[in-house]
């Protein structure tokens, strides 16, 4: 969330954990990326976006951002290079299609803003009124089709502002979709607000402190006031509007929480350090209070946008 936390894989000293990627695929898209739900739908609402959209996802994940583009009539396409188990989940939720081709998008039970069930044919949310979607492994230059329109959005929903250094990789990712997007195009950066007002931060510490010493390298910090506007900066952006939404995390119980949270990728430098056994215990230890009578865990939490404009 991807996404939610962010789902990075940084290198770091000791030895990897072992990890089933598949499983931390289906946990991401089942249990994690739908965190930031409220956050989608605040941008698309200030943007209004629907038919006519041109929307490039940076960092897609499984494209549940896409999908509900999708659902209100834009054309979308998504790219990531980080984990091909991911990207096979958005393309069974958004396969590739022509405008007026068959065909239903995967919509996970629950999504909010989009109905469950099947849809005839032609309906709002087939993503046949927006025309194709793409899903494109690799970097944003990837995602060129000198065939079709310039992008009119630019998305890079994945949180910034809690591991050291991810505003850099955003910044590169930017500079390589810049060319791909048109003049004036809104680009939409996303972070965590402040940590007094996100629960999940005392959770994330525990990640930093079981890595220590290896907190150097990909550990978690807290999101600073600027984080967003430092990156439009730097990639030359105009910024044009911030907002923040509030986009609590709940789970149906403490080890769904878990499985969630370690679905980011977020706990492996502390996992190399400490081993499964003790993050389990100590995640299960930082969750506990924020775990509710009837055995769900509730962290509210606040995340900023910025809406940037392409010179």
């Avoid at 290198?11 to 089942?30: K, Q």
């Avoid at 038919?51 to 834009?74: K, N, P, Q, V």
């Avoid at 911030?242 to 149906?252: E, H, L, N, T």
């Amino acid at each position: 969330m991807t996404p939610t936390l962010v789902r990075q894989h940084t290198p770091h000293a000791g030895a990897a954990p072992h990890v089933d990627l598949r499983a931390r695929a289906r946990d991401w898209s089942e249990i994690q990326e739908r965190m930031l739900v409220p956050l989608y739908e605040a941008v698309y609402e200030r943007l209004d976006l629907g038919d006519g959209t041109r929307m490039l996802g940076l960092e897609c994940g499984s494209g549940l951002a896409l999908l509900m583009a999708a659902a209100r009539g834009a054309t979308v396409t998504g790219v990531d290079s980080r984990s091909p188990e991911l990207l096979t989940l958005a393309r069974r939720r958004l396969p590739s299609r022509t405008p007026g081709a068959p065909g239903t998008p995967e919509v996970p039970p629950g999504t909010p803003g989009i109905p469950e069930g099947p849809r005839p044919h032609g309906a709002r949310g087939t993503g046949t009124r927006g025309g194709t979607a793409r899903i494109v492994e690799g970097s944003p230059g990837d995602a060129m089709d000198p065939s079709a329109p310039a992008f009119t959005l630019v998305t890079a929903f994945e949180p910034i502002g809690c591991l050291a250094g991810d505003s850099d990789g955003l910044g590169a990712l930017l500079d390589g979709a810049a060319p791909l997007a048109a003049r004036g195009a809104a680009v939409v950066l996303a972070g965590w607000g402040p940590p007094e007002r996100c629960a999940t931060t005392s959770v994330l510490r525990v990640a930093t402190r079981l890595a220590d010493p290896l907190r150097s390298a990909g550990s978690w910090r807290p999101a600073l006031r600027d984080d967003l506007e430092e990156v439009a900066r730097r990639t030359r952006l105009r910024p044009d509007g911030s907002g923040r939404v509030a986009c609590p995390f709940g789970y149906a119980d403490a080890r769904s929480a878990a499985r969630g949270l370690l679905s980011t990728g977020l706990f492996d430098a502390a996992i190399a350090a400490a081993g499964q056994e003790q993050v389990d215990k100590e995640l299960a230890e930082a969750l506990h209070p924020y775990r509710r009578p009837d055995g769900t865990v509730w962290m509210p939490n606040v995340f900023r946008y910025l809406i940037a404009r392409i010179p």
